[in-house]
């Protein structure tokens, strides 16, 4: 039986969590896997994430940086993990979700140059410290939680990550018995010894304790199995708990990991040591029957993702789980293949795509990589492939049936081509003048209204949906009747502004382009419909295709 209580007191708890010898240990899946367990208690949680890096934000990042830009729906560009946040607890997060170093520096100096400090010498701490300490707590004024929960980007030792780590010392003192530190260090196996080694997190531990903090709840990450005298041995090293001692293993999905930090009894731990008594256990029947159908899933659906940063994954991300949870949804296993756009062309199309289920065009900007996309849509259109088209890959859609079906020849984005003469995706006529990259920017979550009649308003299950942004140029509307009278139908619209968010081919069996990233909504537990609808087209195609070859 779950927890019952949703409030604990006015006071949220705070849980910090940081991490020690390297990066991409997964600080943002425990995070993400804790939350879900407390919510799954009937806690509410929200979760924030702190970068150490200079940028404002990730929003001018290249991919290769930092990963995807994920964006939140009142547009802020943040960092890939608030989509992990929100795939795992199905809670929308928002620009308090996210703060970078440069970020805090901007508000510090913004606030010397008004004058606000009264001529004092502005320093590291207590200004930047106390800027750092009034976000981390503002999330507490933006909504009623119980736990909140705080990732601290970047290792221990990094210098970019001290001011974070010295606003946690002080935090901790101030919020004393109502906070806790997680520490995620990672713990070796050497092959030519076939050892674990537990100096590197001895090490971490001492360096945050150097730093003043001193962590309650040590998670191990490793490829091996870590024995309970190990861990132990660490425990004792490190002034922490033994039964404060988890380790977090491989596993061979992500979604596993909220399981697997239960079987440990992580969640009780945590609520002990925050001076919470565990009711009951969390109601996780939903999670776990997401994880049987995913187990239980023995035939495959084959789609390919066309894009420019396909050698990193990261890229795609949350276009990624978005097909994993769908084709989990539908009793597939997914067998995603990345085809560099820079190899793909009219030559080569068959060879590969022709033995996919169905294709993504993803986002992106820039005009590398932009012809392969534009001859895989082309393939596809022609044989009749399910394709779906987002962002970028929605302005590709148009622009190759504007070249291919009307015959303008010349059809471009004036994104990858200023004098085109045929621009069929252009920036509006007020974002011209704006100099500045985030300017003009259309970001968050906007308004469409679907066409009665379309597949995807089909798709949805409604007309009226809200989705989330992030592009400049749009399509443009001086050319909207030649594409509806050649079959090109523009189902999707902004009510208030007119531009077009979704254009679909009717006669084709799931051919849809949307202007908005509708993979930054799709959850665990709430799967996007049109993701689902794209993965049983593909099905289907495949399914048809087998039939034809018997």
């Known amino acids: 039986m779950a927890c019952k209580k949703s409030h604990l007191r006015v006071q949220p708890k705070y849980i910090f969590v940081t991490g020690g010898v390297v990066s991409s240990l997964g600080k943002g899946i425990i995070s993400a896997s804790l939350a879900c367990l407390l919510k799954a208690r009937g806690y509410r949680v929200t979760i924030q994430k702190y970068d150490p890096y200079i940028n404002i934000d990730p929003g001018t990042l290249n991919p290769y940086e930092h990963g995807e830009c994920y964006v939140t729906a009142d547009g802020r560009e943040t960092d890939l993990d608030l989509g992990h946040y929100e795939r795992f607890t199905n809670v929308r997060t928002t620009r308090a979700n996210n703060v970078t170093t440069g970020r805090k520096y901007q508000n510090v100096i913004d606030k010397e140059r008004r004058g606000d400090y009264l001529g004092k010498t502005v320093q590291i701490v207590p200004h930047i410290t106390d800027e750092i300490k009034r976000n981390i707590k503002l999330l507490a004024n933006t909504g009623n939680y119980d736990f909140i929960i705080t990732e601290i980007g970047g290792t221990v030792g990094d210098i970019e990550s001290l001011p974070f780590l010295e606003a946690v010392r002080q935090l901790r003192w101030e919020l004393e018995e109502n906070s806790i530190c997680i520490h995620l260090t990672y713990v070796p196996f050497l092959h030519a010894a076939k050892e674990l080694k537990t100096k590197p997190t001895q090490h971490s531990v001492k360096k945050l304790q150097e730093l003043g903090i001193q962590p309650d709840i040590l998670i191990l990450r490793t490829e091996h199995d870590i024995p309970s005298s190990m861990r132990r041995k660490i425990a004792q090293f490190c002034?922490?708990?033994?039964?404060?001692?988890?380790?977090?293993?491989?596993?061979?999905?992500?979604?596993e990991v909220p399981v697997a930090m239960h079987s440990q009894h992580l969640d009780e731990v945590v609520l002990r040591k925050?001076?919470?008594?565990?009711?009951?256990?969390?109601?996780?029947?939903?999670?776990?029957?997401?994880?049987?159908?995913?187990?239980?899933?023995?035939?495959?659906?084959?789609?390919?993702?066309?894009?420019?940063?396909?050698?990193?994954?990261?890229?795609?991300?949350?276009?990624?789980?978005?097909?994993?949870?769908?084709a989990t949804?539908?009793?597939?296993?997914?067998?995603?293949?990345?085809?560099?756009?820079?190899?793909?062309?009219?030559?080569?199309?068959?060879?590969?795509?022709g033995d996919l289920d169905g294709v993504i065009i993803a986002p992106g900007f820039g005009n590398r990589g932009i012809d392969g996309k534009f001859a895989?849509?082309?393939?596809?259109?022609?044989?009749?492939?399910?394709?779906?088209?987002?962002?970028?890959?929605?302005?590709?859609?148009?622009?190759?049936?504007?070249?291919n079906v009307l015959g303008l020849h010349e059809a471009n984005s004036t994104e990858m081509d200023p004098s085109t003469p045929a621009n069929v995706i252009d920036l509006m006529e007020e974002q011209k003048s704006i100099s500045n990259l985030g300017g003009t920017m259309r970001l968050g979550a906007y308004d469409c209204v679907l066409r009665p009649?379309?597949?995807?308003?089909?798709?949805?299950?409604?007309?009226?949906?809200?989705?989330?942004?992030?592009?400049?140029?749009?399509?443009?509307?001086?050319?909207?009747?030649?594409?509806?009278?050649?079959?090109?139908?523009?189902?999707?619209?902004?009510?208030?502004?007119?531009?077009?968010e979704v254009v679909e081919l009717p006669g084709k069996r799931w051919f849809i382009g949307t202007q908005y990233h509708p993979e930054y909504s799709a959850t665990v537990l709430s799967p996007h419909p049109l993701f689902l609808s794209f993965m049983k087209a593909a099905i289907d195609y495949g399914q048809a295709k087998n039939n034809e070859n018997k």
């Not at 035939?299 to 994993?324: C, H, M, P, R, W």
């Not at 022609?382 to 987002?390: C, L, S």
């Open 274 to 326: 925050l001076d919470v008594t565990p009711e009951g256990e969390p109601h996780m029947a939903p999670w776990l029957a997401f994880l049987d159908k995913m187990h239980a899933a023995s035939e495959t659906v084959t789609i390919g993702l066309v894009g420019k940063y396909v050698e990193l994954q990261d890229a795609y991300k949350s276009i990624n789980e978005a097909l994993f949870q769908a």
């Open 453 to 500: 009649d379309s597949l995807a308003a089909k798709s949805y299950g409604r007309e009226h949906v809200s989705e989330r942004h992030r592009h400049r140029f749009e399509f443009n509307n001086d050319f909207r009747r030649q594409f509806e009278e050649a079959g090109m139908a523009c189902v999707g619209e902004n009510p208030d502004t007119k531009l077009v």
């Open 329 to 353: 949804y539908c009793d597939r296993k997914l067998d995603l293949r990345y085809i560099h756009s820079e190899k793909l062309n009219d030559a080569n199309a068959d060879e590969k795509l």
């Open 376 to 403: 895989a849509l082309k393939w596809c259109r022609e044989h009749d492939v399910p394709t779906f088209g987002i962002c970028l890959g929605m302005q590709c859609m148009v622009i190759e049936f504007a070249r």
């Open 239 to 255: 002034n922490v708990a033994p039964d404060a001692v988890f380790q977090s293993i491989d596993l061979p999905s992500i979604y």
